[in-house]
């Protein structure tokens, strides 16, 4: 059976093509708005969830107040979640870290270098070209959470929690541009079966 | 790089479009303004197979189009495989009325929009037809409704009711796909290649790479740089290649040191030597998944020092995404390639990218002797040119197109 892959639209540009490689790698896949509900998702049905990139800046109220039921969604979820750019940024100072304007913002081709290959980055090490494009980073993870990933720039590239199987990413992986991106969604694909099948 | 294929399956797709379209149309005419490009050839092929001669189809002439266009394209759609009747509607006069002295690169676009859809509705009212089939793909209406740049083509999804403005009701069969899948539709369907394969070229034209206002000698600039840009790059300029016109008009701004010596140290090259410029137009960028209408800075250094270290190309790439980095207001790296006459009134920008599905892009290493031939034609031709520049910026930070 097709893992049901579902993808939460936060307005950024590249929301519709985390759609299309999800599909593309055999997942079943819908974008889903920012004002979803979790028992709208668990009607759906779902096995896994992807929230992409935003406009909005986490650490300011406009953009948290529209960003609300995300982070509800982030502490209701219990399936596996993984989390790209502006949602990172949420995951990290929803669950207790903080986010602050980049020192040195990345825009474009960026290398990651890998510091940690669980699961997620399973295959892409030690290093790979990414593109980024964000104003804001991660300067603080919230307890339980373990970085897998850095760049020159930006200390927090990628990073996990020790507890449950939820991820996040400052880079694009859904861009064509970033190496890895593809390895990066069959781990999370990967991730969401074995949740689902109960290992 | 190669463009890798999806797993897309064509012939399902265009299977269950024609049986759409003519299942929405039901015995209703529809209208279709064609460009020569591979989005609407493809949706008009759709059609045509959907529902024959109740399909329109129209060629707006808006003169931003390149030299002699509007009777190539239609001569290829009218042969076969094709066969597609279409007929020219010239509105040179009435787009140009409407751009008028517009330097705003939205102004621009969103006059555009409008008198593109005034004329469309228009004939479509004139003709009866009360469906409008448009070649809209993903980046469209993404961008659109991110507001990154008005596309001519989108309205629905940012709340324009065409049913309202307009008397059509928009039938959009390749919304949900990139290029590289409407290429796979377009072979699919057996679109000659001049088409499936063509690059891109913007719904507004040669409208938007007239950076800032449209005066008729630049607009003639841009119209003679553009055969030159194309015939040289055919074959190594990337995905898409083009050629852009500014004003030589430079700002005496505060960042114009700072950059300079950012410039001196990232390439180690004496400060006295480098020369940055700050240009009075702007450019659209995208950073952070928001639109930035920003600065443009062209760098130069003496042909010798350059020629010490190569073409330079892999640390010009790094020094535009330093430059940016730091510099929140600049969207745009422009390299100098060669001067002509200092006070002429024009620059000219040679642009080519790399990429899938023009979401994000990469500048291409083009040979510098390729670039050093197309400057020098191009200031042979073009006695109004004062430099000719190589666009270092990638999508992200910058846009494909300036505006």
Redesign the interface.
């Known amino acids: 059976m097709k893992p049901i892959v579902l993808v939460v639209n936060v307005r950024g540009q590249y929301n519709h093509l985390i759609l299309r490689i999800l599909t593309e790698l055999g997942a079943e896949s819908a974008l889903v708005p920012l004002s979803v509900s979790i028992d709208k998702l668990e009607k759906i049905g779902f096995n896994g969830l992807v929230a992409g990139g935003g406009p909005q800046t986490v650490y300011e109220q406009g953009s948290r107040r529209e960003l609300g039921n995300l982070e509800r969604l982030f502490k209701e979820n219990s399936k596996p979640l993984l989390c790209i750019c502006v949602s990172h940024q949420l995951l990290a100072t929803a669950l207790g870290g903080r986010t602050d304007l980049a020192k040195k913002p990345e825009y474009g081709q960026i290398t990651v270098h890998v510091d940690e290959e669980d699961e997620i980055l399973r295959g892409t090490g030690p290093s790979f070209t990414a593109w980024a494009s964000h104003n804001d980073e991660v300067v603080h993870m919230p307890e339980g959470f373990e970085r897998l990933a850095h760049s020159q720039d930006c200390n927090i590239e990628a990073m996990r929690s020790r507890n449950r199987p939820t991820y996040g990413v400052q880079f694009h992986p859904e861009v064509w541009h970033t190496t890895k991106g593809r390895t990066i969604f069959k781990n999370f694909i990967e991730i969401v079966k074995q949740n689902a099948s109960g290992k | 790089m190669t463009v ?1 294929q ?3 399956d064509a012939a399902a797709f265009v299977k269950s479009q024609i049986e759409e379209i003519a299942q929405r149309l039901g015995g209703e005419r529809a209208i279709i303004a064609i460009s020569g490009g591979v989005d609407s050839t493809t949706c008009a092929a759709l059609a045509h197979k959907a529902v024959g001669k109740d399909l329109l189809c129209i060629f707006i002439d808006t003169g931003f189009m390149r030299l002699d266009e509007p009777r190539k394209v239609k001569a290829l759609l009218s042969m076969h495989p094709l066969a597609l009747p279409v007929r020219i509607v010239r509105a040179q006069e009435r787009f140009m009325e409407a751009i008028g002295q517009n330097e705003d690169a939205e102004e621009k676009r969103k006059a555009f929009r409008e008198t593109f859809y005034e004329t469309l509705s228009e004939t479509a009212r004139k003709e009866s037809c009360h469906f409008l089939i448009q070649g809209t793909i ?1 980046p469209d209406w ?2 659109t409704k ?3 740049k008005t596309q001519h083509n989108v309205l629905e999804q940012i709340g324009i009711s065409p049913e309202e403005k307009y008397g059509f009701t928009v039938i959009e069969p390749i919304a ?1 796909l ?1 290029k590289d899948q409407v290429r796979v539709v377009a072979r699919y369907l057996e679109i000659p290649r001049e088409i499936s394969e063509r690059q891109p070229f913007p719904g507004p034209g040669l409208l938007v790479r007239c950076v800032g206002r449209v005066e008729p000698s630049k607009f003639k600039t841009l119209k003679q740089s553009t055969p030159i840009v194309e015939k040289h790059l055919a074959t190594t300029g990337g995905q898409q290649f083009f050629a852009a016109v500014l004003d030589n008009t430079i700002e005496d701004h505060p960042a114009k040191e700072p950059l300079q010596e950012q410039v001196s140290e990232s390439l180690k090259i004496p400060s006295r030597e480098v020369k940055v410029n700050i240009l009075q137009n702007k450019a659209t960028g ?5 639109r930035v209408y920003g600065r443009i800075a062209s760098v130069s250094i003496p042909n010798e020092q350059r020629e010490v270290y190569g073409w330079l190309i892999e640390k010009l ?1 790094e020094l535009q ?1 330093e430059l ?3 510099n ?1 207001e600049f969207t745009r790296i422009l390299y100098t390639i060669k001067e002509g006459k200092e006070r002429a009134p024009y620059d000219v920008a040679i642009r080519a990218i790399e ?3 023009f ?2 892009a ?1 500048i291409v290493t083009i040979p510098w002797s390729t670039l050093m031939a197309i400057a020098k034609e191009i200031l042979k031709m073009c006695p109004n040119v004062a430099h000719v520049h190589y666009d270092l910026t ?4 910058a846009t494909i197109e300036f505006e």
């Open positions: 890798q999806s797993e897309f993903a993404i961008e991110g507001g990154i949900n990139y995208v950073k952070g998944d928001m790439r995404s940016i980095s730091v929140p990429t899938r599905d979401m994000t990469d990638s999508k992200p930070p």
